[in-house]
């Protein structure tokens, strides 16, 4: 795109010569007369950098500043005057103005300013472009679903976001529960400040005080240097503390004077330290009965417990995994330039009809392997794993026909999909296979 400025000055002879100035080192220049038709010009056109006139026939150029960021907060304001005063200056500064200089030095200034200036919004311009990817990214939009257990998880916590009260997130393993944690965070005021994340089950009780609250030089051996710890790193953000239920209760005592004052100590040291975090929890326990048994705090549940947000199973929404299916496809093919891939009906209905103990995570994980396994246009069964056979919950495992299903299944895996083979391994004839795939709408 290329690079605009606005020239605004009643002063004609002057704004031309400016212009040409500019122009020469390959910048476009649009010139206005007056304030009204700079602001027009300026909503019309992506423009980096604004030259204005103090003394314009409508408008104090300073105070102008003020209309034109309004437009466009990430355009730049150079001021120009022809007596300069120190209040206008620092009103300028203050209003936003990137520089303010008495016409007569512009000669020597501006095409250094101009530079300069040009960087800067550049720089913002990109920041508000990274921003807007990664509110994008991590919003509720990017949570696919439609059945009703997920919008109803999604319309609790995009509720919840707008507020600082603690949240738990409980479901199994492979839910999501970082993914609305983070949904959660960047809807939230404290979407500037940092999102961190800690799994509380990846750590020894030691190292996880450490990595929680940090330590002091010579704490321990092996402390040389003063350590932030992540509670102090979220400062003004958000702490996602996942899989909570592994923490001990000496260290869950400490995470509840946090969430009670805001206030931690680091190994080490006697010095309170003051913090503005909001807490998000997750768990695939059932907090509630460990608490109950003593092994977990009950004082911090209920700390933690003030807004529960239930995370359905996979299983439990059965009516999501075409929908889960085809975005993770489309994901994996563009990965490897092969847009053309598609699944089977046969596929289709085996994904459907799986447990997905593992959740959506596991969902992720097997298609990406049927994009690598998959050598032709078309995703089949025969290129999923054995355990996806072997990790089945039958209905009822003492019933012949799905036992039956399931070893068939397994054997069709196995030999890849050859049917002539595993009619041998099954010990069976080829015609009774083909008459028991049709039985079992293998």
Request: charged share 30%; hydrophobic share 40%.
């Amino acid at each position: 795109m290329e690079e605009t400025i606005l020239i605004i000055d009643d002063e004609k002879k002057i704004s031309s010569l400016l212009a040409r100035i500019i122009e020469l080192e390959g910048f476009k220049v649009l010139q206005a007369a007056n304030g009204k038709e700079g602001l027009k010009i300026l909503s019309s056109n992506h423009i980096l950098l604004v030259i204005s006139d103090v003394k314009l026939p409508d408008y104090n150029g300073v105070e102008l500043i003020k209309e034109l960021k309004k437009i466009s907060p990430f355009t730049e304001v150079i001021n120009l005057t022809a007596f300069g005063t120190i209040q206008d200056g620092v009103t300028a500064m203050r209003n936003g103005a990137f520089d303010y200089i008495t016409k007569g030095d512009d000669n020597d200034k501006i095409i250094p300013l101009v530079y300069k200036a040009i960087d800067k919004a550049k720089l913002s311009v990109r920041v508000l472009e990274l921003e807007a990817k990664i509110s994008k990214k991590y919003s509720f939009d990017s949570i696919l679903g439609q059945s009703k257990q997920i919008k109803e998880a999604i319309a609790l916590a995009s509720r919840v976001a707008a507020t600082d009260t603690t949240v738990l997130l409980l479901g199994e393993t492979g839910t999501g529960k970082e993914v609305f944690a983070q949904a959660i965070h960047y809807k939230s005021q404290r979407k500037q400040k940092p999102f961190v994340a800690l799994n509380c089950s990846g750590f020894s009780p030691e190292l996880l005080e450490s990595e929680l609250f940090g330590y002091k030089a010579g704490a321990f051996t092996g402390a040389n240097k003063d350590k932030k710890g992540l509670v102090e790193e979220a400062n003004g953000g958000t702490l996602f503390l996942d899989e909570i239920g592994e923490m001990n209760l000496d260290l869950q005592a400490k995470l509840l004077r946090v969430l009670e004052s805001q206030t931690f100590i680091k190994i080490g040291s006697t010095t309170t330290n003051q913090v503005n975090v909001r807490i998000i929890a997750a768990t695939n326990r059932n907090l509630k009965e460990e608490a109950d048994t003593g092994k977990f705090r009950l004082d911090l549940y209920y700390r933690l417990s003030v807004f529960n947000i239930h995370l359905p199973a996979l299983r439990e929404r059965k009516e999501d995994i075409r929908l889960l299916s085809d975005y993770y496809l489309k994901e994996f093919a563009t990965k490897v330039n092969r847009i053309k891939l598609k699944m089977s009906d046969k596929l289709i209905d085996a994904l459907t009809e799986h447990n997905w103990k593992g959740n959506v995570r596991e969902l992720k994980n097997v298609i990406e392997r049927l994009v690598i396994l998959t050598d032709g246009d078309v995703l089949d069964t025969s290129q999923l794993p054995p355990e996806f056979f072997t990790n089945e919950e039958p209905s009822n495992s003492f019933d012949l026909q799905t036992v039956e299903k399931q070893h068939i299944l397994k054997i069709l895996n196995y030999t890849k999909g050859n049917k002539t083979e595993t009619a041998k391994l099954l010990n069976i004839g080829l015609t009774t296979l083909y008459r028991k795939i049709e039985e079992y709408k293998i």
